[in-house]
């Protein structure tokens, strides 16, 4: 069995680390920990690696958020991948910071990196791991939020969640999907 690892976030140096990228960070721990490397290829990076009989392609879309649904649709096809071996890891305000909740589908809840994804593939029935990055903003600086970096006093928070959502990644990949859902959404 095979799956498709979305983790969701912008290209370039001055996005790196920000709230929007939390996706990329988290494929980052786990690429690591499975000792799998990066190569540039078509619509972003792409590192291959397999767990317990599975094989796992990550990908990091560097066609921007607003645009990722041409990545995935793009691996998608050259993968000849099911819906149901898909999952995205994204960024989530309506979830306090460091939170993780696992959908098996849903609407894309204001973020543009989903809408991209359901306008592509017509559909919003695959699996996503939202990342809570929490709302504690100004009203009208909601962009500067998304795109700023943790400020230090939740950097111990997300080093300690986006572990977490590693190791939910790897539940997901090697668990039936329900099971995956109910053990990653009572832990949080």
């Known amino acids: 069995m095979k799956f498709l690892v979305v983790g969701l976030g912008n290209p370039g ?6 709230r929007h990228n939390i996706g990329f960070d988290v494929l980052d721990e786990f690429a690591s920990r499975q000792n799998a490397a990066w190569t540039l290829e078509r619509h972003g ?3 291959r690696t397999a767990a317990r009989g599975r094989n796992i392609i990550l990908l990091k879309p560097n066609t921007y958020m607003n645009l990722s649904g041409k990545a995935v649709s793009y691996w998608m ?4 991948m099911p819906l149901s071996q898909v999952l995205v890891l994204l960024d989530d305000l309506a979830l306090s910071t460091g939170k993780l909740r696992l959908r ?7 973020h ?14 695959y699996a996503r791991l939202r990342f809570g990055i929490g709302n504690d903003f100004p009203k009208g600086r909601q962009s500067e ?9 939740e950097q111990d928070t997300i080093k300690a969640a986006t572990i ?19 053990r990653i959404n009572a832990a949080g």
Do not use: C, R
């Open 77 to 80: 096809q050259a993968e000849k």
């Open 164 to 182: 977490k959502a590693a190791d939910a990644l790897l539940l997901y990949i090697t668990q039936p999907q329900n099971i995956a859902m109910t």
């Open 112 to 125: 543009n990196g989903l809408k991209s994804i359901n306008e592509t593939l017509g559909t919003n029935q």
């Open 45 to 47: 990076w792409i590192a």
């Open 145 to 153: 939020f998304v795109l700023g970096k943790w400020n230090a006093e």
């Open 13 to 18: 140096e001055e996005y790196q680390h920000t």
């Open 104 to 110: 098996l589908n849903g609407s894309d809840g204001g």
